[in-house]
């Protein structure tokens, strides 16, 4: 017997100890031919039926038990890869993969619908390649990444030629967009026709609607997180394209052959050269620059250096003149402190500038946003069932409201100044992604953020502690008078808050290929955009919360059923949402908002819900590729009186907000006919934008004379409680590669493209006025594009 007891104990620690012998995989996956690193390959361990997938450096870890394994990639537009490992001991494997995809279109990433993404407990979430971007047909043939979300359920903007976009029914200023960690302010050029981003730099592309991870915070509704390609490695390459409107370049290469490489791109509009050769002395021109340097220093450390500049001009024949844009700059060091923990540091510079020159009022002004943004972010791959995200981040934030100053001898412009403003938002946060058994993927965790409003600056002070005083005999709003004021030096604080930011989203696997998800998450947004538009205008300006501007607190919670059927070949995603936003900003009527130096005195802080329904069915797979998608949806906005004998805006109660589009249905397709010709076809129909028509008119007469001329005054009723015209149209475009591209470097292709194939008259706005004629009111409707047809020459060598 203890011969027998001896052995089991033997056999059991055996057991034991074997089991704890666990071993590291972990590397890097990049493609072949440049040494770019891929974003989300999906990577499987075919032996143990898991998956994982590669960060936004390319970079991947799992810890298995001693033992041989085959791991295989997944990643749509590359060839799957397969690679044998013995694992005695932790080992990296740096894995190539060749490019299937022969035109000219780079495929680096794409939506990897595969298992993987069932089990993962991530929803909320689109990405687009740049190839399917560039299918799609566009205005004047600009291939436009901010555009292209307009076709992903659950995103609309304010209709075309409006810049900006929103997403479950926020406004526009409720979106973090990233371009390289660095906040672009304006994301769009020419007021709104185009976006800021080119497309040939663009490498990674991920808009996130809601389950929105802890790393991200300072925006209600949404985050675009775009990273730029990192350049070629291995030889130098170029390509471009030339439009009717615009052309752009990019060129990349090595700094050191499979250590660093470069890349510089720019894009500039000349349309406006054409009007010199006529007497048209009007101007609109953009031109955007982007750049990126990367050098891997040893295995474990790569430093990075990426910037963008961009710059908008348009004037109107020499008497009026604008030019805005953004500035962005990061420097990032990449260091692997073992095979399971891995960070990133960056420092990180954003900027936005706004100029106006009047020349016949005599004046100029400029306004702008500065921030410097300190980060320190780490992966820490624990086990393969359990992975850590954290980090730390510091934004120091400089708001410029405006600047007016005479210009010329006879200006009657007086130099005013407004109040520069400051802000300090230091955060930290901790996510944690779990796998509890076979068919639950969980992630939880937390953001702390701070915020400090600071001075240099005046801060007015009111009776009740109330900037807006309601008249009751007139029950109107108007601006309050100043009880008193005080100056705060510099850095010293004003106001301040702190938050608790939950996060948390979990996945179910119901079967093979289908899962349903629940996520919620808070986020709380501390800087507000002043502006009264549907859509962000140049002019609009960034300012902090503070005493009376309290930041917006947005909890959103969303379930979804996600299906992957036929092999892949088809997605189903649908998803439910709700979202309450407390704190949003509303304006009392006859609001001034420009070179106001007391914005207080004119907002209202009030509430705002969405609500809806997402349905998206995708083909993956095949000649033909594309989606269906159709959102019915509701959002709202209130903001009830202060006190019982206030009646709030609207009368306090719920109205439409500027973003609310009931109806929103979307096709979109693909289709590959063979090596030289490829077709795409965009159908969009949504409900019209919410607007106040006048229900009625009255006439006044100053001195009670009705013998002379009154003034008729138009009469409204609720807010936004009418809607301009259905919006819709339909895009095609061809694409033409000729053969030979497979025989020479110097690759080519033609684009041509319709946009607004039957020419509908979509309504920009409607406006009211009384015909001179015949003295009856009429609605005058403005559209903006009928058909517009375009080509534009792409070429690659």
């Known amino acids: 017997m203890p011969n027998k007891l001896y052995l089991f104990f033997t056999i059991f620690l055996t057991n034991i100890l074997f089991s704890q012998e666990k071993y590291t995989i972990s590397g890097t996956v990049s493609d072949l031919k440049t040494n770019e690193t891929l974003i989300g390959v999906t990577l499987k361990i075919e032996e143990k039926n898991q998956f994982l997938t590669t960060n936004e450096y390319g970079f991947y870890s799992i810890t298995l038990p001693k033992g041989s394994y085959t791991l295989t990639t997944s990643y749509i537009g590359y060839t799957s890869k397969e690679e044998k490992i013995d694992l005695t001991e932790n080992k990296k494997v740096n894995l190539k993969l060749s490019e299937t995809n022969k035109t000219l279109e780079e495929v680096v990433i794409t939506d990897n619908k595969t298992k993987a993404n069932i089990r993962k407990p991530e929803m909320s979430v689109n990405k687009l390649s740049i190839a399917q971007i560039k299918q799609m047909p566009v205005v004047l043939g600009e291939v436009d990444v901010i555009k292209s979300l307009l076709f992903l359920p659950g995103v609309t903007n304010a209709g075309e030629g409006q810049s900006g976009f929103n997403v479950r029914g926020g406004g526009a200023d409720q979106n973090l967009v990233l371009l390289d960690e660095a906040t672009v302010y304006n994301s769009s050029h020419v007021f709104g026709f185009f976006s800021v981003f080119n497309p040939d730099a663009i490498k990674d592309l991920k808009l996130y609607k809601g389950g929105i991870p802890a790393k991200y915070g300072g925006r209600a509704s949404s985050v675009l997180d775009i990273y730029q390609k990192d350049g070629n490695s291995n030889k130098f390459s170029a390509n471009g394209g030339i439009g009717l409107i615009s052309s752009r370049l990019l060129a990349e290469g090595p700094i050191v052959k499979e250590k660093g490489s470069f890349l510089i791109g720019g894009r500039a509009s000349y349309a406006h050269l054409f009007l010199k050769f006529t007497d048209n002395k009007n101007t609109a021109y953009f031109y955007d620059l982007n750049a990126k340097m990367n050098y891997k220093i040893n295995k474990n450390n790569t430093l990075f250096l990426s910037g963008y500049f961009g710059r908008d001009t348009f004037a109107l024949n020499q008497s009026f003149s ?476």
């Open 322 to 797: 604008n030019t805005y844009g953004n500035t962005t700059a990061n420097l990032r060091w990449n260091h692997l402190y073992s095979d399971k923990l891995f960070s990133n540091l960056s420092l990180i510079y954003s900027d936005y500038y706004y100029g106006l020159t009047l020349d016949f009022v005599g004046f100029d002004w400029e306004s702008g946003i500065k921030n410097y943004n300190l980060k320190y972010d780490f992966k820490h791959y624990l086990s393969d069932n359990f992975k850590l995200n954290y980090g730390v981040n510091a934004v120091y934030n400089s708001f410029n409201p405006g600047v007016i100053k005479p210009i010329g001898n006879k200006s009657q412009i007086n130099y005013n100044e407004l109040d520069k403003k400051y802000a300090f938002e230091p955060a930290l946060y901790i996510d944690a992604e779990q796998k509890i058994g076979s068919k639950i993927g969980v992630s939880y965790g937390f953001r702390y953020s701070q915020f400090y409003r600071l001075g240099a600056s005046t801060i007015n002070y009111y009776q009740n502690d109330q900037p807006v005083f309601y008249d009751e005999k007139l029950k109107i709003y108007e601006k309050a008078t100043p009880i008193a004021s005080t100056y705060f030096g510099a850095n010293q604080k004003i106001a301040s808050y702190d938050f608790i930011e939950p996060r948390f989203s979990l996945a179910y696997e119901l079967a093979n290929n289908q899962s349903a998800k629940l996520s919620y998450n808070r986020m709380v947004q501390y800087l507000q955009l002043v502006s009264n538009t549907a859509s962000p205008t140049p002019l609009d300006v960034w300012t902090p919360s503070d005493n009376y501007l309290k930041p917006q607190i947005a909890d959103q919670v969303a379930l979804g059923y996600f299906n992957n059927f036929k092999d892949d070949t088809y997605t189903l995603e649908v998803e439910t949402y709700y979202k309450n936003i407390q704190n949003r900003m509303d304006y009392i009527d006859g609001a001034n908002l420009v070179a106001n130096n007391a914005i207080e005195q004119v907002v209202l802080n009030g509430r705002m819900r969405s609500y809806g329904l997402e349905l998206m069915l995708r083909k993956n797979k095949g000649d033909f590729t594309g989606w269906i998608a159709y959102t019915l949806s509701k959002s709202e906005q209130q903001t009830p009186g202060r006190t019982p004998t206030e009646i709030g805006i609207n009368n306090g109660n719920w109205y439409r907000s500027a973003y609310d589009k009931t109806h929103n249905l979307v096709l979109t397709g693909g289709y590959k006919l063979n090596e030289k010709w490829s077709f795409g076809a965009n159908f969009t129909l949504q409900s019209g934008q919410p607007v106040t028509y006048p229900s009625g008119k009255y006439v006044f007469y100053p001195n009670g004379d009705t013998s002379l001329p009154g003034l008729t005054v138009p009469v409204y009723n609720s807010r936004n409680e009418n809607r301009l015209p259905a919006y819709h149209h339909l895009d095609v475009s061809a694409t033409l590669t000729p053969r030979k591209n497979n025989k020479r470097k110097w690759k080519t292709e033609w684009v041509f493209s319709i946009y607004n194939l039957y020419s509908r008259k979509n309504a920009t706005t409607i406006n009211f006025r009384q015909n001179e004629e015949t003295g009856v009111n009429e609605a005058v409707k403005l559209s903006i594009f009928g058909i517009v047809p375009s080509v534009s020459y792409n070429f690659k060598f």
